[in-house]
């Protein structure tokens, strides 16, 4: 495909969606940050793990915010597969093989001048009279019990105090007090915990920028993992490479970091070295926010970022993302797809078909690999191919393996392989106690007495391959091959 719009910003990739008839839509009714907000685009386009009713549909933006003036707040670009690939450029259903060729050739980011810097065009320092982030960011909460405003989509960026090494993530990120936000690490799995934890041990803040409001280019970008990007890689020249030219940074103005130059609003501050708060301090709730798997996190205790500085653009567009949307699943799982792959054709060239992390699994649970056996000793492969699964995204926790005519992507079509050619007893395969995912519930030692530690799974495998000697016994029906030009004719 190829794009009309050139996107290099939040505002120009909202321009090419506005081109394209039914994926954006805008309300000049006004909404409530608090809950209201995630509480209608549930309806509209959500999709994910969020409790049904809901459903894939446009991307949102809301032009009138009950409490803020002059902004806006959009939600959902990348709540659906095919506007990740419109906005991206390429095949929906190819999108892991092109951020895998994004990661071969990646292109560094560039430092631009301040005064070409879009993001600061406004400027309130933490000192100025009056300065509060609840009034200045209008971050929504997505529920009513959630432990306050969270910004879902903030790309935290921070260098290693050790070696000058930077990278991009994103966090868990709750407005606490008016220069105040807290920070969720996962533990052990974000390298900006790294870069924390080695100011720490020098007594010293961390100075980190958090990006709100950027090219969705950046927001995928910034959510692969290790192995695939091991500490010190910066996953901004992912995002360079899919554009083809490099994202550009500035100098924060208040704190020794750069942020992304075109982002719509930026926060400057500094995480503080041996200093928690409770995420749920203001609410009581004992609750966090919704995440990826469906549920409402634990609230936990958590980092302390001190604000120095908010920079935005003239007439703010505030991104924000429900946490168990189809958004999620985009952004975690085609990543995802993208590591998977390249460790697959690394070790068995040819036989990998597609990978697919499917929306059941929030992007990080659950995989659908599609392979082909070629050769009598292809048998078995698959599972080697599931094992490889496991070893290039540790968050995994379900594969299932499908021959070449199952489309991976209709979820009904990999049921179906299941029904028809699974057998419970010989085709399952788990593999108990290993490492996955605190935030799933069933992780725990209270959900089963073998788990021993919050975050352990039994891994499984569900091969719903046929065994290479009996694919003669598996051709699915033959339906007439007629042009879509043709049958599209009899339903005008």
């Keep these: 495909m190829s794009q009309k719009k050139q996107v290099n910003d939040l505002r120009t990739a909202l321009e090419l969606l506005e081109s394209i008839p039914g994926q954006l839509i805008q309300t000049d009714i006004e909404v409530d940050p608090h809950a209201e907000l995630s509480g209608v685009y549930r309806h509209v386009g959500a999709g994910g793990t969020v409790m049904r009713p809901t459903k894939e549909g446009p991307a949102m933006v809301f032009n009138k915010i009950k409490g803020f003036d002059h902004v806006r707040v959009a939600i959902g670009l990348l709540a659906s597969r095919k506007r990740v690939g419109l906005l991206l450029d390429t095949d929906p259903k190819t999108l892991g093989f092109h951020l895998g060729n994004s990661l071969k050739n990646p292109i560094p980011p560039i430092v631009i001048d301040n005064k070409d810097a879009k993001c600061q065009e406004v400027v309130h320092y933490a000192d100025d009279p009056g300065f509060n982030l609840k009034k200045l960011v209008p971050a929504p909460t997505n529920t ?117 130059a075109h982002a719509e609003y930026v926060i400057e501050g500094e995480l503080l070295p041996n200093q928690t708060v409770r995420e749920d301090q203001n609410t009581n709730t004992g609750k966090a926010m919704p995440e990826f798997p469906g549920y409402t996190g634990d609230a936990k205790e958590v980092q302390i970022i001190k604000v120095k500085a908010v920079t935005h653009r003239v007439n703010p567009i505030m991104q924000s993302c429900i946490g168990p949307s189809e958004e999620h699943v985009s952004m975690a799982g085609i990543p995802t797809e993208a590591s998977i792959i390249q460790m697959i054709e690394r070790a068995m060239p040819g036989r990998l078909q597609n990978v697919y992390a499917a929306p059941c699994g929030g992007g990080k649970y659950v995989v659908v690999i599609q392979f082909k056996k070629r050769m009598p000793s292809d048998e078995g492969r698959q599972r080697q191919a599931a094992l490889l699964a496991f070893s290039a995204f540790s968050e995994l926790k379900h594969v299932f393996l499908v021959d070449e005519d199952v489309d991976l992507f209709d979820m009904n079509d990999v049921m179906w392989a299941m029904t028809t050619r699974f057998q419970g007893n010989e085709d399952a395969i788990f593999i108990p106690g290993v490492r996955c995912h605190p935030l799933d519930p069933s992780s725990s030692p209270e959900y089963s007495s073998s788990i021993r530690d919050a975050g352990i799974s039994c891994k499984a495998i569900f091969d719903c391959t046929v065994p290479y000697d009996q694919k003669q016994n598996f051709i699915r029906a033959k339906f007439m091959d007629i042009d879509k030009d043709k049958w599209a004719e009899f339903i005008k």
């Design 144 to 260: 009513e019990e959630d432990a306050g405003p969270y910004i879902t989509l903030g790309m935290c960026y921070a260098t290693d105090p050790e070696n000058g090494d930077t990278d991009i993530t994103i966090h868990r990120l709750c407005i606490q007090s008016k220069d105040e936000i807290s920070m969720f690490f996962t533990p052990g799995a974000r390298h900006l915990g790294v870069f924390r934890e080695k100011a720490e041990a020098m007594g010293k803040p961390l100075p980190i920028s958090i990006s709100i409001g950027v090219d969705p280019a950046i927001e995928i970008a910034a959510c692969f993992e290790p192995p695939t990007t091991p500490l010190g890689f910066n996953e901004l020249q992912i995002a360079g490479a899919l554009r083809n030219r490099p994202v550009e940074l500035t100098n924060c103005l208040t704190i020794n970091e750069n942020c992304i």
